[in-house]
């Protein structure tokens, strides 16, 4: 039977479209359902900023009266300005195990790219490198760590007889407490307290929550400016991400180094709520409710971090700043009961970090990677 493949237009066209992960992964015992709120805020124009420099266009794959598929195509304004390649973006892409719905959904994201002059497709980025990006290639035996994907183990091959090849690798690294070696890694911090005079290191500041992440995001697009695939985040992005993330951002997890007072470097990790999000059927908050939700994470059903942000500023490199703030979060999760995080994703040609990561007793645990062709 033929597949159809055809754009999203109504309303409930885009339900659908947003349905289609929890019908898809129904049974999978490690997928962990997206907040469909959330979801439904990602693609809205009027609720994420994404949309004043970017443009998506939503496509559902048919066959025989039943949706196998979907995927986005994506025009990021930011992503053109500052690299001027020609590259657009797919993402969040589900199929059927069946390549012949693969291919004609990739055929019509790759259309519309090609008629908006794009010459270059890179994803999975739903919908940039700043959101849920990359595709999981190893470690599909456990739940993904909050906003990271989770997706059939065929995927990559599929992308890959389209024509992808893959562009970069990144690696999630995972540390318990039983395996960290504490006192190796508090030495190392001593000393690199000692090298840097003046240099403390402390938690962000609830009474003054924009200026603290505007300072964070102000060295996060210096820090990461040269990294491959970076995008800077606009202010109202940064500002929106941080509304967004504000209930469940824990101070003592978000943390500065600062030099005389200035900040130079600093590491947000977040709760692995995913531990509680995993429980609620078909991603409805209402089924159980925040409270609920918030409850299991503060009684120790969350018993995980996810350090999703770091970055130093360029000028201070080298200084081992990067370990020291990795400690503090490793030891301040302790103090509040976490067990365990994740420090997710490190591109795999940060050499310096990787390195770091290994020396502390982390290990890769799960395997990423953005794939990329030409039009």
């Avoid at 039983?178 to 000393?191: D, F, K, L, Q, V």
């Avoid at 709760?271 to 409710?289: D, E, F, K, T, Y």
């Avoid at 509040?336 to 994703?345: K, N, P, T, V």
Wanted: charged share 25%; aromatic share 10%.
């Amino acid at each position: 039977m033929p597949v159809t493949v055809r754009p999203v237009r109504s309303s409930a066209d885009r339900k659908t479209f947003l349905d289609v992960p929890y019908g898809h992964y129904h049974g999978d015992r490690h997928f962990v359902p997206p907040l469909r709120m959330d979801q439904a805020g990602v693609l809205n124009p009027k609720k994420n900023p994404f949309f004043e420099h970017g443009a998506v266009e939503l496509f559902l794959a048919e066959r025989g009266g039943e949706v196998v598929g979907r995927v986005a195509a994506i025009e990021n304004g930011q992503h053109l300005a500052k690299y001027a390649d020609g590259n657009g973006f797919f993402g969040f892409f589900e199929t059927v195990e069946d390549y012949a719905v693969a291919h004609a959904l990739l055929d019509a994201a790759a259309s519309w790219l090609r008629a908006r002059g794009l010459t270059g497709v890179r994803g999975p980025a739903n919908p940039t490198m700043n959101d849920v990006a990359g595709l999981l290639v190893d470690g599909f035996d456990r739940p993904p760590s909050i906003l990271l994907p989770y997706n059939k183990p065929y995927y990559a091959e599929y992308l890959e007889r389209w024509g992808f090849e893959r562009a970069m690798t990144m690696w999630a690294f995972y540390v318990h407490e039983a395996y960290i070696n504490s006192e190796r890694m508090a030495r190392g911090a001593e000393i690199v307290a000692r090298r840097n005079p003046g240099v403390t290191v402390r938690s962000l500041d609830p009474k003054r929550f924009d200026d603290d992440v505007a300072a964070a995001m102000r060295i996060y697009n210096r820090a990461w400016a040269e990294n491959w695939g970076h995008v800077p985040y606009t202010e109202h992005e940064a500002l929106h991400l941080a509304g967004e993330m504000k209930p469940i951002i824990e101070p003592d997890l978000f943390l500065f180094a600062e030099l005389d007072g200035e900040p130079i470097a600093f590491a947000a990790s977040l709760p692995n709520l995913n531990q509680a999000l995993r429980h609620l059927p078909r991603g409805r908050l209402a089924s159980l409710g925040l409270p609920k939700v918030l409850g299991t994470w503060k009684l120790g059903g969350v018993y995980e971090i996810r350090m999703a942000l770091m970055g130093v500023l360029p000028e201070h490199r080298h200084r081992g700043l990067d370990a020291l703030l990795i400690h503090h979060t490793i030891v301040n999760g302790r103090r509040d009961g976490y067990q365990a995080a994740e420090l997710s994703w490190v591109l795999d040609s940060n050499k310096p970090l990787v390195n770091a990561l290994e020396k502390l007793g982390c290990v890769r645990d799960k395997e990423y990677a953005m794939f990329e062709a030409a039009l």
